[in-house]
């Protein structure tokens, strides 16, 4: 069937902001399905609030509202552009939601209104109702576990009854599993059947017989509306049963099936989508499978496109968000071409001959009071993948992709951890999923625990153990030998498991470069394969290759100039979708230029590692090695012609190889500059020399040398590790003590201690904090002729010392006076011409009345460049790349791709960015802002007025500024002056107060008396303040910390808002800004405006 | 466990370098025609399959022997296949189904196979080359050269009478009584038309009187090895039944019945030979995906008027299904009853019975 010509504008929902669970593989999805269907002639309309994202470019869609994706907001933007269609299967969980509350009201799906397109309303209840869906499988004959669902406690203890602990708590319309869990005793299902109820939409529950220890699998599944039913993906789990999958270590293909027992699945995978009646699109469905009997039971079905479809697209070419997009408007997959082949339709089953290894990338040591075990809520803020020719290649590729220090399999330094660690420990540390199992399976099989054992400790399948011990055993083959000693077959066979020269150096205690020149020597180079759907049966055009050690090198001669971009590797708090933005945005921009671009990146969830972003990509790991030898085969491929390199758009991955590449390569600013910056006593000269003041301050490598600097500069101290982003264990210290822990923390034994420890080359910085500044970020770009463009001058709503990436910012500044902001922009062109900038800059200043201090300068692209893009509609990232180039400013200006600031042409428009939280998903976790930044994402609001905008980006964030009901009170003392201007206001707004009895005693003496008075946690009063947030009576907390650590009552407090979803916030700063925020909204409801008006296009 | 060094050589003179796996060769060189398959599961039901009499298999997926086999998955009594090609073949198997290991089968079966080699390099080869002679072993490269250039490959053997049945013999209860031609048929084959008939099987030679006598109401030709002109005693039949009885083939059984109908057939590049082949059934346009193992194909046009195309490969377009206008029979050229593959056109043996029982479908 051809497209359908009865619709004409197609509305598609984004997904926001990157949280836990619903990351950038929603931006590679929603790209595609732009693109796609503006191919197509459509006019299409965007929703999303993440200005981070490559999809809310102006140029993907007609219309792009980066606006809060609530229903109510949603029906404005239909109500505007009345859309024909809209389509939420590419939007994650968030789309579908949205879909399902604009269905219920009448709003979408329904005759007069638009059609949802994908995947209608009953499909979709039909597959996220756990009773429905249960009901439907049984129905068609399949088997899914007991289970009974539940809407109340006492329902819940009903169910409970039946079915027996251990039982697996799941609430409905939940993404990644919030609010899941197994409980083994009374006492655990009381409370996970307490939470699960409350984190469910619709307050239910699925409450189901525990299959953990059994096998997982996950089928990805198409359908067309003729319906054509294709597989493209197995994909086997690591982990059994018990962890959720987006925290497992998972496989492509499926390993460990028969034939049978795998038609068996896909038979079931077709039957499940056709029942729940996904029209068109992609779904996957999960399967758990008795290791012992082969029994399957069906686990859940996705009726949209999900992160595993990111993976799997990208373990085997098919570019399901493509083609479901497509599919969507009414294609068949008869009718669309593989984009590989070219030759052979999209109606075919991909086949690998490769093996690829997804793992997760958790943050744990960001969040400190979580246990950093792995369950059936998923916790994990990012994953590699790896793609080898065998599973342990695959393996060790994945885990040194990872960047957390090791190196791959262990043999490496981070081993000696389990140095004292008994064999027993060991094994029982393997019952459990945590981030480090992995690493213990390797360890107890090379200290000979045979697999047999191994598998009844952990229940991973004995045939991935034994393919571990394969890895052990190649290990313990060479260990005694040298590099010399090796021969030509030896080199195979150990390059073949995927070890890499920096394990070998270590087990040869020598340094990895000699490792490499003497496997030259021996003639064993990586070769390239090609990704290409079919296994080599047919011809591929698309070069997307991996590494291994074979015969053969597909990589193709090419003359063209060529550029390699080196991407951002997994996301982690501090580095994720923003940095992909950039090199997306390079690979974008040099291509229009004219060069060959080629991507080196292992995040299967990117934009930057689809196929068709760059015109090579190589799915590799960021490390020293792997990089040099992508270099080596594009230079071979050229002739001998090596090309340039981006390091500079990737946030810290790349910047930290930029010294281990050859210098000449490196396109833009050179390395010296790179390190100039970095170097604290270089940078501390560059400051003196430009006479631009910066908090007193130095580095020290242990506690004494700590101590000296804070003599001569006092305390509150900010430490923090150099070469690090995202506040890595950043503190602000005000005593002794505290210093003493910070320090211990970064050597040796602490969590940043593993990852390499402290020394003269790795340092601690030890500034002066300086308390009530304003923290103001910029981003500019500076050209080789000297031009300096300033980008961007964002104002930080939080006060210096909460992370820059979690606190709200805005352009242009709100509050600094007109002059300061000029200071800024001249010290920063002036930093930008001493560092020898070629590109993007970043500067951080804390403002103090009007002295301005400068923090830092990352001569590298930050992560506001897509939110300064977005807000200023000037394409920095495109800017700085061809600048790096060796374009000029004024020859970009030219050109028509730099635009000036439309800021500029209207002035009544401010942008506000607010950071995502992660809080939700650990209860247990201090909401309190801080210097470490926890932030997974961040969304964007534009409007006429700060407080308007304001407004927009909290609701974004998902803090809803209410307009009425009573806001409650508690504040540190330093925070109470200001106090007195938000009570005022808020009564002044209509609302009620309540304060604990400290902050209504300080209010009362400024002629304020609040509503209620409740105790402190501790007090024995008759309600107290997490008593009166958990009734339901309060509609907005405002409580600041109270100084330095540990476990206050402001803590208890924070946590109960958390808990009860109540709105908060945490700085007086940003409790002004709510209440600007409130005030303006009760004024003017809510307006949504595209990107292309504001940028008047 | 010591490393047997061992290499590939094709026809062409090109060298793969591995190690020698499954049983030892007493002379160190096997030889035969070398093919590729792209299935990622279902190795065994592969090198059980008697289709791959006097080839040699490379698995284009790297790990193979990974769930150990069981006899319930043999295709036939034994392998018939001249070798077997892997990158890496398991040493511990992981299934509650498993009875051995892949390796020990080929031991116990006196196939032999090569291991570590480049498998994606060989396909790209037999890509672009077609299926051509090779050999491998651990004998020398000029021994291996030698027997590669000596082997004849397919064309022109008939391999049929090396696979097919010495002797009748009758499997299934269903209803209905069929006969079916045995030209190397696989145990899924047999299988699925349990559910329908009862199934007497007969040798390749068994002439159309001999079928006949046995009062069938239906007539099954089966898959089997090799190039279809060289079984002209099974045209000869096949010719004679056709108009009698209804028919339906299966793989080379669509070939033979092509033959019979006065058409022609011709050998492919490469062949089709994996689980993952889009196939579109022209009367409701819908895409089946299939299991695929032939070299030689259908000449559609050659058979002018008599038949009508019901099938197409969506790769390449070729022939992959037919039904004869003027008698009751029909024939696909891929594996609806899979094993190893994708249950989507199982419907066909349904679709036989209804021949059967109303004359049409």
Redesign the interface.
Same mark, same amino acid.
Not at chain 1, 347 to 352: A, K, N, R, V
């Given at each position: 069937m051809p497209k359908r010509t009865d619709i004409s504008s197609i509305l598609i929902i984004g997904s926001g902001p990157i949280v836990i669970g619903q990351a950038c593989e929603f931006d590679y999805s929603g790209t595609q399905a732009c693109r796609v269907l503006k191919e197509e002639g459509y006019r299409v309309i965007l929703a999303n609030s993440n200005p981070a994202t490559i999809m809310t470019d102006p140029d993907f869609a007609h219309r792009t509202y980066i606006e809060p994706l609530t229903w109510e907001v949603i029906a404005k933007i239909i109500e505007r552009e009345k859309p024909d269609a809209v389509l939420a299967t590419l939007g994650g969980q968030t789309g579908l939601n949205l879909a399902m509350a604009l269905f219920e009201r009448g709003l979408v799906g329904v005759p007069g209104t638009p059609e949802l397109i994908g995947a209608n309303a009953e499909s979709i209840s039909t597959a996220e109702d756990r009773g429905k869906f249960k009901e439907a499988m049984i129905e068609i004959g399949l088997k899914v576990p007991a289970s009974g669902i539940a809407h109340t406690l006492e329902e819940s203890l009903e169910v409970i009854k039946v079915i027996g602990l251990p039982a697996i708590i799941r609430p409905a319309y939940i993404l990644g599993g919030r609010g899941t869990g197994i409980a083994a005793t009374h006492e655990e299902f009381v409370k996970l059947a307490s939470n699960g109820l409350h984190a469910s939409p619709i307050s239910e529950i699925l409450i189901e017989q525990s299959i953990a220890g059994w096998k997982e699998y996950e089928l990805e599944v198409m359908r067309d509306t003729?319906?054509?039913c294709?597989?493209i993906c197995?994909i086997e789990n690591f982990d059994p049963m018990g962890v959720h999958t987006g925290d497992s270590i998972t496989v492509a293909?499926? %390993?460990?099936?028969?034939?049978?027992? =795998? %038609?068996l699945m896909?038979?079931a995978a077709l039957a499940c989508i056709r029942r729940v009646g996904v029209e068109t699109g992609g779904s996957n469905v999960q399967f758990a499978v008795n290791?012992?009997?082969?029994e399957q039971v069906v686990i859940e079905m996705n009726p949209r496109v999900s992160r595993s479809s990111a993976l799997a697209s990208k373990a085997t070419g098919f570019p399901i968000a493509k083609i479901a997009a497509k599919l969507a408007v009414g294609y068949?997959?008869?009718e669309i071409p593989n984009d590989i082949t070219k030759?052979?339709?999209a109606?075919?089953?991909?086949?690998?001959? =490769?093996?690829v290894t997804k793992i997760p990338r958790w943050a744990f040591e960001k969040l400190p009071g979580t246990s950093g075990i792995l369950g059936t809520q998923m916790q994990s803020v990012g994953e590699v993948m790896a793609i080898g020719?065998?599973?342990p290649e695959s393996l060790q590729k994945a885990l040194r992709s990872l960047e957390q220090g090791r190196l791959g399999l262990n043999c490496d330094p981070a081993e000696k951890q389990f140095a004292n660690l008994s064999t027993q420990e060991l094994l029982t540390s393997v019952g459990v999923g945590t981030p480090d199992r992995i690493f213990t399976i390797g360890e107890l099989l090379l200290r000979g625990i045979s697999?047999d054992e191994v598998y009844q400790a952990c229940k991973v399948?004995?045939?991935f153990l034994?393919q571990m011990l394969?890895i052990i055993e190649e290990r313990e083959a060479v260990k005694s030998l040298s590099p010399s000693a090796m021969s030509k077959q030896a080199w195979k066979r150990i390059k073949r498991v995927g070890f890499s020269d920096a394990q070998l150096a270590y087990l040869w205690s020598t340094h990895e470069d000699d490792v490499r020149r003497i496997r030259e020597m021996a003639g064993v180079l990586p070769t390239y394969?090609t990704v290409d759907t079919?296994?080599?049966?047919?011809?591929a055009q698309t070069p997307y290759h991996y590494s291994t050690y074979?015969?053969?090198n597909e990589v193709r001669p090419s003359d063209r100039p060529r550029v390699i971009i080196l991407g951002s590797g997994p996301n982690r708090i501090g580095q994720g979708i923003e940095f992909d933005y950039c090199c997306v945005h390079a690979s974008f921009a040099l291509r229009d230029a004219g060069y060959e671009t080629v991507m080196i990146n292992c995040n299967p969830e990117t934009v930057s590692t689809d196929y068709d972003t760059s015109d090579r990509l190589y799915f590799e790991p960021l490390t020293k090695e792997d990089v040099l030898n992508v270099i080596a085969a594009e230079t071979a491929a050229a002739g001998g012609r090596a090309p340039k390199v981006i390091v500079s758009l990737g946030g810290q991955t790349p910047l930290k190889l930029s010294g281990l590449i050859p210098a000449e390569l490196i396109a833009g600013t050179s390395p010296v500059s790179i390190d100039l910056a970095e170097d604290r006593e270089k940078w501390n000269e560059l400051c003196e020399s430009l006479k631009i003041p910066q908090p007193p301050g130095g580095t020290a490598i242990n506690l004494e040398q700590a101590m000296a600097i804070v003599e001569r500069v006092g305390f509150p101290v900010l430490v923090r590790p150099s070469y690090v982003l995202g506040g890595r264990a950043m503190q602000i210290v005000h005593d002794r003590d505290h210093l003493t822990r910070a320090m211990a923390e970064l050597s040796d034994f602490g969590s940043l201690g593993k990852e390499g420890g402290l020394s003269a080359e790795r340092p601690v910085l030890v500034d002066r904090f300086l308390e009530d500044a304003t923290e103001v970020d910029v981003d500019a770009i500076r050209d080789h002729t000297g031009e300096v463009l300033i980008g961007g001058v964002m104002e930080h709503v939080e006060e210096a010392g909460v992370h820059s990436g979690d606190s709200a910012c805005a352009i242009p500044p709100q509050t600094l006076p007109k002059w300061v902001v000029e200071v800024i922009e001249a010290y920063t062109a002036a930093i930008a011409a001493a560092l020898d900038v070629r590109g993007p800059i970043n500067v951080q200043y804390a403002v103090v009345g009007t002295s301005v201090y400068v923090i830092e300068a990352n001569p590298r692209a930050s992560r506001t460049v897509p939110f300064v893009a977005k807000a200023t509609g000037v394409p920095l990232a495109k800017v700085a790349t061809r600048v790096m180039l060796g374009s000029t400013l004024a020859e970009l200006r030219r050109e028509g791709l730099l635009t000036h600031s439309v800021l500029l042409d209207f002035p009544d428009t401010v942008a506000v960015k607010e950071a995502v939280l992660p809080f939700s998903r650990f209860p247990e976790v201090d909401t309190a802002l801080g210097p470490e930044m926890r932030s997974t994402g961040e969304v964007m609001g534009i409007d006429k007025t700060f407080g308007r905008a304001f407004y927009k980006a909290e609701l974004a964030a998902g803090t809803v500024l209410p307009t009425t009901g009573m806001v409650f009170l508690s504040l540190a003392d330093g925070d109470k002056p200001a106090g007195i201007v938000v009570a005022h206001r808020l009564r002044a707004l209509g609302f009620g107060i309540a304060a604990t009895t400290g902050t209504a005693a300080y209010l009362a003496r400024f002629g304020m008396d609040v509503d209620k008075v409740v105790g402190k946690v501790n007090e024995n009063a008759a309600i107290t303040a997490v008593d009166l947030i958990a009734s339901g009576e309060v509609s907005f907390v405002v409580n600041t910390p109270q100084g330095r650590g540990g476990r206050t009552d402001g803590e208890a407090i924070r946590k109960a808002a958390n808990v009860n979803h109540v709105s908060s916030v945490t700085t007086v700063e940003a409790a002004l800004a709510a209440v600007q925020g409130m005030a303006e909204q009760l004024d003017h409801p809510l307006e949504v405006k595209s990107l292309q008006e504001y940028h008047g296009r | 466990m010591t490393i047997r060094e061992a290499a590939l050589v094709l026809a062409d003179g090109s060298v793969?370098?591995g190690e020698a796996i499954g049983a030892e060769s007493a002379t160190g060189i096997s030889a035969g025609e070398v093919v590729?398959n +792209?299935?990622? *599961?279902?190795y065994?039901?592969v090198i059980t399959d008697p289709s791959y009499a006097g080839q040699i298999i490379s698995f284009?997926?790297?790990?193979i022997g990974? &769930?150990g086999v +069981?006899s319930?998955?043999n295709e036939s009594s034994r392998p018939f296949c001249r070798g077997v090609i892997v /990158?890496?073949m398991? /040493? !511990?198997? *992981? *299934? &509650? !189904?498993a009875e051995q290991s892949l390796d020990a089968l080929l031991v116990k079966s006196g196939v032999s196979g090569i291991g570590g080699i480049? +498998? !994606? /390099?060989l +396909? !790209?080869v037999l /890509?672009d080359a077609g299926a051509i002679p090779g050999a491998f072993g651990t004998a020398s490269y000029e021994q291996l050269l030698a027997a590669a250039r000596a082997e004849p490959g397919t064309d022109g053997v008939d391999l049929v009478s090396t696979v097919t049945t010495g002797k009748r013999y009758s499997v299934g209860n269903g209803p209905l009584k069929v006969v079916a031609y045995d030209f190397g048929i696989k145990t899924t084959i047999l299988r699925c038309l349990s559910d329908i008939a009862t199934i007497e099987v007969v040798p390749a030679s068994t002439t159309a009187a001999e079928v006949m006598a046995m009062n069938p109401q239906g007539v099954f030709l089966s898959n089997g090895p090799g190039d279809p002109t060289t079984v002209p005693y099974a045209v000869q039949a096949i010719t004679e039944l056709v108009g009698q009885v209804p028919v339906f083939g299966i793989c080379l059984g669509h070939q033979l019945l092509s033959l019979a109908l006065g058409g022609q057939t011709y050998k492919l590049p490469f062949g089709h030979h994996?689980?993952?082949?889009?196939v579109?059934h022209l009367a409701s #346009?819908?895409?089946e995906?299939t299991s695929q193992n032939h070299n030689f194909c259908v000449d559609a046009e050659s058979l002018g008027g008599r038949v009508s195309t019901t099938h197409i490969n969506?790769?390449d377009k070729s022939n992959e299904g037919m039904r004869v206008n003027d008698a009751r029979a029909f024939s696909v050229q891929y594996h609806p009853e899979?094993?190893? #593959?994708?249950?989507d056109s199982r419907y066909l043996f349904e679709q036989f019975a209804e021949l059967m029982k109303n004359g049409t479908f």
């Open positions: 003729a319906d054509n294709v597989i197995s293909p499926a %390993q460990t099936l028969s034939d049978v027992e =795998y %038609q896909r038979d290791p012992e009997t082969g068949t997959l008869d030759m052979t339709p109606s075919f089953e991909p086949t690998i001959d =490769y093996v020719r065998t599973f697999v399948d004995p045939w034994d394969m394969k079919c296994s080599a049966e047919f011809a074979e015969d053969e | 793969f370098e590729f +792209t299935v990622l *599961s279902g065994q039901e284009t997926y790297p790990h990974n &769930y +069981t319930l998955d /990158r890496e398991a /040493r !511990r198997h *992981s *299934s &509650y !189904r480049d +498998t !994606r /390099r +396909t !790209r /890509r994996g689980g993952n082949h889009p579109q #346009g819908h895409v995906i969506l790769n899979a094993g190893p #593959g994708p249950h």
